[in-house]
């Protein structure tokens, strides 16, 4: 059996909460902390638990705060159950903590239990909204690489993309060879691929190549 902590102020999420995993086996007693202080003193005694969380309702000054406390108790798994979550926080805590699961507080019961099995299996949920609000902000910095590639770098973009060399690359803009490979590192590493094909499809996508003038 596992404890559950359940670190929320709203009484009524409190009182859902208990409803909601009072049909799960594996879970008890379930106790609810006021602050970060008693949080920690019941996972000193208790460094196994269950800790579901309303990260905007409680009192870490950040989420570094939050992902230390995690990291000093590596056997306890986390549930974040907020009403929303903004892109940087779920990058963080999706990127750095691999013991947090991620709910919404508008999340469909089915969701909610199944995010309190998995932690019991000590295996991470993430719910379907979060899931692609992380896709869709993945794609927008993907997108704003894309424009942040000077018009050299476009040019040099689309060389690459229509088979050119780096050799010719260079002859073709009175370019040292070395000059070229930093700039193709650079196109890269903004656009975040590991080779021309990735970076070909960028270009595509972005209408720096038309696609019929490349052919694969």
């Known amino acids: 059996m596992r404890n559950l902590f359940i670190a929320d102020k709203q009484e009524i999420t409190q009182a859902g909460i208990k409803y909601l995993v009072s049909s799960i086996d594996g879970i ?3 106790e609810t ?17 269950i800790v579901i969380i309303d990260y905007l309702l409680f009192d870490f000054s950040s989420v ?3 992902l230390i ?4 108790f590596p056997k306890s798994d986390w549930i974040i159950f907020s009403e929303t979550l903004t892109d940087d926080f779920l990058k963080r805590v999706v990127y750095e903590g691999d013991t947090f699961s991620i709910l919404l507080k508008s999340s469909p019961m089915q969701e909610i239990q199944s995010a309190f099995i998995y932690a ?6 993430i719910c379907p909204r979060v899931s692609n609000q992380l896709l869709n902000a993945n794609k927008s910095a993907k997108e704003k690489s894309e424009t942040a590639l000077t018009s050299t770098e476009k040019e040099i973009l689309k060389a690459i993309a229509l088979g050119k060399t780096t050799k010719e690359i260079a002859a073709e803009r009175n370019l040292s060879f070395h000059t070229i490979i930093t700039h193709r590192k650079n196109i890269f590493r903004k656009l975040d691929v590991n080779n021309v094909h990735e970076a070909t499809k960028h270009a595509m996508r972005a209408g720096i190549i038309d696609p019929t003038e490349y052919y694969i």
């Open 69 to 72: 406390i995690s990291q000093r």
């Open 64 to 66: 570094d705060e939050m």
């Open 120 to 125: 019991l299996r000590h295996e991470r949920f």
């Open 33 to 49: 902390v006021q602050n970060k202080r008693d949080l920690i003193n019941d996972l000193i005694n208790r460094a196994d638990a």
């Open 28 to 30: 008890n007693p379930i």
